[in-house]
């Protein structure tokens, strides 16, 4: 994956941002498979939101681990991506 650097360690910047957005895809979907058979959470409500949130979270801060290592700056996820 390149990136160009990027004034704060551990951001995400526009050269990723399309990798960034296909694995939060790539991560949504398969909750949803894995709900579609569990039926555990209702879609459309707020606990689905917000699991869809800590997924998306995830997914960004995986990203930022790996590119920059477990000193990666994981704030303000929702800034960088």
């Given at each position: 994956?390149?990136?160009?650097?990027?004034?704060?360690?551990?951001?995400?910047?526009?050269?990723?941002?399309?990798?960034?957005?296909?694995?939060?895809?790539q991560a949504l979907n398969?909750?949803?498979?894995?709900?579609?058979?569990?039926?555990?959470v209702q879609k459309c409500?707020?606990?689905?939101?917000?699991?869809?949130?800590?997924?998306?979270?995830?997914?960004?801060?995986?990203?930022?681990?790996?590119l920059y290592g477990a000193?990666?700056?994981?704030?303000?996820?929702?800034?960088?991506?």
């Amino acid at each position: 994956m390149s990136t160009s650097i990027c004034p704060r360690q551990g951001c995400l910047n526009s050269r990723t941002k399309g990798e960034v957005d296909f694995a939060i895809r790539q991560a949504l979907n398969r909750f949803d498979e894995w709900n579609d058979v569990a039926d555990v959470v209702q879609k459309c409500t707020g606990y689905y939101y917000e699991i869809q949130g800590v997924i998306e979270d995830a997914v960004k801060i995986g990203m930022k681990v790996a590119l920059y290592g477990a000193n990666a700056n994981l704030e303000d996820l929702d800034k960088d991506a």
